[in-house]
């Protein structure tokens, strides 16, 4: 491909350590400055089109503002998820003292890893990824990229490609996202790098020992290898009536296609529980004009994980948006012929309802896993490298796993912590050593904010908030034994990357430094 050396004018051009987007011939290009050099790349994320020059550059790495996916700023490669490809690069020379970037005729917005060519005649391993959500994509990607030639299988019991599984709760639901956005990569990408997608497939049995797979269909699968990624199963109600019609979890592609038919006819909606799921879905139906009204045992959302006056600003702004909600509640039972027509509380109270939808949280799927370990919430055990045994890996919401910041055995169920560690346990059965050294974020967007948060914390013994709760800009900075775990923030979307950066580093800065002062956290970067 011809390309055109540009010349950049000096005042356009970054200082050392920090990253600035130019328009040339009507494209924008990110440069970065470190330790004196230039680079260029795309300026844009490949995820969601975020602009990162109003995300951070920490060293060679630029964090990206929205969900944080991480690029190097030298040569544009994907480093972090929720991303999947890497930034396009462009050279950069110096003549004397002018600086020319080299464009192409026709500047792309991504460009896809290097991954290795599949090669099936000469490596005859077979490695089985067991789930087809952010883990299992990730891990067949990354061990793509980390030279594995071998085989990949990926068995998943729903009859679509892996797909954008926090949407369904949000722009999906709300009828904002196109059905074709949804899927993480086409069918031509997995054919072509040799991914075999083994679809609507359901397992009956995972013998570890004999290193077998046992469908339904009565099909067996020996493998080699084998990551266990099956995500999580939404927990029920176990009342009186709980099989009435329209009584619905979301967790699937389909779960939100038969929520958004069920709503089309119907005006009264009961949400169960107040959790992202419940609040997310409840705006999204009040989007759609329905009346939606929620239950939940707690007094106030999230107070027990975020504090109660940033509980209390979700609850204001769904109670705005017009969500009715009965806390300190919990549901006796349901009512109906049929379908559901009522959910009866435990008080007696009774709301009408044509439909209810119950998101009270997920159990890991691991029933069907035979010869290993499994601890008593239904969670795997894995070692620094995402290994349960030799020839078996486990990641995603099924994973426990020993923080690197604590030394805390834990288990988390966010997207983008999935994708790390799918990416992280490819590297490794492809025979890389990786360890998670990386910063837990989990993001929501709902009733007109977004809401990001950092790190890893259970039972926090203090509270410090820089900014205003009310106004939706504040960072929220959750402590433990006079160290900062983990952090919360709407519209300080920079330094919450910087926070990233800092906590990764073990470079915080102190709780006694953040009460006395304002603490500027991007020049600690």
């Known amino acids: 491909m011809s390309t055109k050396k540009i010349k950049i004018d000096k005042k356009d051009l970054p200082k050392d350590g920090e990253m600035k987007t130019v328009e040339i011939n009507s494209e924008k290009i990110l440069i970065s400055r470190i330790d004196g050099k230039y680079y260029a790349t795309g300026a844009f994320c490949t995820h969601y089109g975020a602009p990162l020059e109003e995300g951070v550059l920490s060293g060679d790495r630029i964090v990206c503002p929205w969900h944080h996916a991480c690029f190097n700023a030298k040569t544009g490669d994907l480093k972090e998820p929720p991303a999947r490809d890497a930034l396009p690069h462009f050279d950069v020379t110096m003549e004397g003292d002018e600086l020319f970037i080299e464009l192409p005729e026709k500047v ?11 090669d099936h005649q000469k490596d005859k391993r077979i490695f089985v990824i067991l789930g087809a959500g952010a883990a299992g994509n990730a891990a067949a990607q990354s061990l793509r990229e980390n030279g594995y030639t071998g085989r990949i299988l990926m068995i998943s019991y729903e009859n679509r490609l892996p797909y954008d599984r926090p949407n369904l709760s949000k722009d999906y639901l709300k009828g904002e996202a196109e059905a074709e956005w949804m899927p993480l990569r086409s069918t031509d990408f997995y054919q072509d790098h040799g991914i075999e997608l083994l679809l609507n497939k359901k397992v009956r049995e995972v013998n570890v020992p004999s290193n077998l797979i046992l469908l339904e269909n009565q099909e067996k699968i020996n493998y080699d290898k084998l990551l266990i990624v099956t995500g999580g199963i939404p ?10 019609k329209n009584i619905f979890t979301l967790r699937s592609y389909d779960d939100s296609d038969t929520i958004i038919k069920a709503a089309e006819s119907a005006s009264r909606i009961v949400i169960i529980g107040a959790s992202f799921i419940g609040l997310e879905t409840a705006d999204s139906l009040r989007h759609r004009g329905l009346s939606v009204s929620l239950v ?30 009965y806390l300190s509640q919990t549901v006796n039972k349901f009512e109906g012929k049929n379908s559901v027509e009522a959910v009866i509380l435990e008080d007696g109270k009774k709301l009408e309802a044509d439909m209810v939808i119950v998101g009270i949280g997920v159990r890991p799927a691991t029933d069907m896993i035979k010869g290993i370990n499994v601890n008593e919430d239904g969670s795997v055990s894995v070692d620094r490298n995402f290994r349960v045994n030799e020839n078996v890996y486990a990641a995603g919401d099924i994973a426990r796993f020993k923080f690197w910041r604590t030394g805390e055995d834990i288990r988390i169920e966010h997207w983008r912590v999935a994708e790390q560690m799918g990416r992280i346990a490819g590297a490794n059965m492809a025979g890389k050593k990786q360890e998670y050294k990386g910063v837990p974020f989990f993001w929501t967007a709902q009733s007109g904010f977004n809401f990001r948060y950092l790190g890893y914390v259970r039972n926090w013994d203090d509270l410090i908030i820089d900014g205003d709760i009310q106004a939706r800009k504040f960072i929220a900075y959750y402590i433990k034994n006079n160290m900062v775990h983990a952090v919360a923030g709407i519209n300080r979307d920079k330094e919450m990357a910087a926070i990233e950066e800092l906590m990764r580093h073990n470079s915080m800065p102190s709780v006694e430094d953040l009460r006395k002062e304002k603490v500027r956290l991007l020049d600690l970067l």
């Open 296 to 325: 939940a045992p707690e007094n106030v959302p999230f107070g027990n994980i975020f504090g109660e006056q940033v509980g209390k600003m979700f609850l204001e702004a769904h109670r705005k948006n017009g969500v009715d909600f």
């Open 108 to 118: 792309e917005p991504s460009r896809e890893p290097h991954m290795a060519k599949f």
């Open 235 to 244: 927990r029920t109600l176990n009342i009186p009536r709980r099989d009435l």
